[in-house]
């Protein structure tokens, strides 16, 4: 099977309309007149799978689905039939199966730390057990079994059945959790980031970038407006792509390559097939000629879906570090109140974190707007 490749344009920008990123003599009113806090160049590839198919150089998920079944009926007595049966199904990879477990080693010498070195499993480092190679159920036999009891002139029929139902899992969860594991090269997506006011930008699989084709100065392009700025950046993306596009490269969504040892969804070692247990009784009466009363209860139940558990206990009240959190809170309104977009209580001018989270701490009021020349009023609600 293949899936679909996203990430077409490959260029975003971050606004922050707030007078610092405004241009002289630019118009406040207009969005692309100002300078773009950011902006993000897209290398053009989207695979999910690092394996080639279908004439591409990645994408490829394929699986083999394997199934037999027997059965059979048996007339017990004359007002007893008995059904029973057993289904043996396999659908293979389904769960990454083909990929090794990514192994201490493998991590990004930035990001090493105590107890994970060599051959030592990177998942068991969050919980025990994770870390072994992802089970390939092939066990997965389900029985089925039946009976209809009709005594007598046969006018009523009781009958009941019930059996395990394997199912089977996505292609969507396949790939969705895929590239965090794959350690091989891939053409999957990565971006660049350029900064306000830099004066490079580096291209993941590329370089260093200082000026534009046409020679203008990177450092000149990011404090450009959006209007003046993108074409020379559109430019830039354009000759990126022509080099990277379809090339396999360093997989950055890798676990062990960055984002702080964060991956989600990834399948673990333990891992089983989804099965349905089905259960269904019911009777049925002949009042007469051509009119049958018939009543039936029908059970279902679902188990193994697989479920996304969060190992880090992320937000959970006994891992909050409060003196971290109240840290990060400060150096967020210090940033915001530096480049103009607002400190606390949305005030460039102010005020501490514990007097912006006090009910009715924040000013009235605080200094001059410097587009506007008129007063800023803040309200605290």
């Known amino acids: 099977g293949g899936f679909a490749a996203f990430y077409g344009p490959s260029l975003y920008a971050e606004l922050a309309a707030t007078s610092s990123y405004l241009p002289a003599g630019g118009n406040p009113s207009d969005p692309t007149a100002y300078a773009a806090e950011y902006y993000l160049i897209g290398n053009g590839n989207g695979f999910f799978s690092e394996r080639p198919g279908f004439g591409l150089v990645g994408g490829l998920d394929p699986s083999w689905r394997f199934a037999s079944y027997v059965a059979d009926t048996w007339k017990a007595k004359p007002y007893l039939t008995l059904t029973a049966g057993i289904r043996w199904s396999v659908d293979t990879d389904r769960a990454n199966q083909d990929l090794p477990t990514p192994l201490c080693s493998s991590v990004d010498p930035s990001l090493q730390f105590p107890g994970c070195t060599g051959n030592t499993p990177l998942f068991d480092q969050f919980q025990a057990g994770l870390g072994g190679k992802t089970n390939q159920p092939y066990k997965d036999f389900g029985p089925q079994a039946g009976f209809?009891?009709?005594?007598?002139?046969?006018?009523?029929?009781?009958?009941?059945?019930?059996?395990?139902?394997?199912?089977?899992?996505v292609f969507n969860n396949t790939t969705n959790s895929r590239t965090g594991e794959i350690q091989t090269p891939i053409?999957?997506?990565?971006?660049?980031?350029?900064?306000?006011?830099?004066?490079?930008?580096?291209?993941?699989?590329?370089?260093?970038?200082?000026?534009?084709?046409?020679?203008?100065?990177?450092?000149?392009?990011?404090?450009?407006?959006?209007?003046?700025?993108?074409?020379?950046?559109?430019?830039?993306?354009?000759?990126?792509?022509?080099?990277?596009?379809?090339?396999?490269?360093?997989?950055?969504?890798?676990?062990g390559n960055g984002n702080g040892l964060y991956a989600s969804s990834l399948?673990?070692?333990?891992?089983?097939?989804?099965?349905?247990?089905?259960?269904?009784?019911?009777?049925?009466?002949?009042?007469?000629?051509?009119?049958?009363?018939?009543?039936?209860?029908?059970?279902?139940?679902?188990?193994?879906?697989?479920?996304?558990?969060?190992?880090?206990?992320?937000?959970?009240?006994?891992?909050?570090?409060?003196?971290?959190?109240?840290?990060?809170?400060?150096?967020?309104?210090?940033?915001?109140?530096?480049?103009?977009?607002?400190?606390?209580?949305?005030?460039?001018?102010?005020?501490?974190l514990n007097q912006a989270l006090t009910p009715g701490g924040c000013p009235s009021g605080g200094g001059v707007d410097p587009v506007t020349g008129k007063p800023n009023a803040y309200h605290h609600h």
Do not use: M
């Open 148 to 169: 209809v009891f009709s005594p007598g002139s046969h006018k009523l029929a009781i009958r009941g059945g019930g059996g395990i139902f394997f199912e089977s899992s």
């Open 187 to 255: 053409a999957a997506f990565n971006l660049g980031f350029a900064g306000y006011g830099s004066s490079s930008i580096t291209l993941p699989g590329y370089g260093v970038v200082t000026t534009a084709p046409d020679g203008t100065p990177v450092s000149t392009i990011l404090t450009e407006s959006i209007a003046q700025a993108s074409p020379e950046l559109n430019a830039i993306k354009a000759e990126y792509q022509l080099k990277v596009k379809n090339v396999p490269g360093s997989n950055p969504s890798y676990i």
């Open 267 to 352: 399948y673990a070692a333990p891992y089983s097939t989804p099965y349905s247990i089905q259960l269904n009784f019911g009777a049925q009466y002949e009042l007469s000629k051509g009119l049958i009363l018939s009543a039936d209860y029908v059970h279902n139940a679902t188990l193994k879906i697989p479920l996304s558990v969060d190992v880090n206990h992320n937000g959970a009240a006994r891992t909050l570090n409060t003196a971290a959190a109240q840290n990060a809170i400060v150096t967020a309104l210090a940033a915001t109140a530096a480049d103009g977009s607002g400190g606390a209580c949305g005030n460039p001018f102010a005020v501490t």
